[in-house]
């Protein structure tokens, strides 16, 4: 996590985070980097293996607020938080 929020803050480290984070691997792990990845990156590949990676461990809103970053998913990714009951900001994460 603390590389995701190396990536979203803009950090000057934050590349050299998220790679020794992608070498302790693990389902949560591997979901969450991957997430990382597509946003450092702009790769909409990694958002939607981060998006399967959330799937397959049953994390829904790690899952429905990465849809967020997906243009074209993000109106499920708004109606899967809705109906986790999480309140969605006008703009995205």
């Known amino acids: 996590m603390g590389a995701e929020l190396a ?4 950090l000057p ?8 984070a992608e070498r302790h691997e693990n389902a949560w792990t591997a979901a969450c980097t991957a997430r990382a990845r597509g946003r450092l990156y702009g790769d909409t590949a990694a958002l ?9 461990i049953g994390a829904r ?13 993000a109106a499920e990714g708004r109606r899967d938080l809705e109906a986790l009951g999480v309140v969605v900001p006008a703009q995205r994460l």
């Open 7 to 10: 990536v979203v803050a803009g």
């Open 48 to 56: 939607t293996a981060a998006v399967a990676g959330w799937e397959r």
């Open 61 to 73: 809103f790690e899952r429905a607020a990465t849809l967020l970053l997906l243009p074209d998913r």
């Open 13 to 20: 480290d934050a590349r050299e985070l998220l790679s020794a």
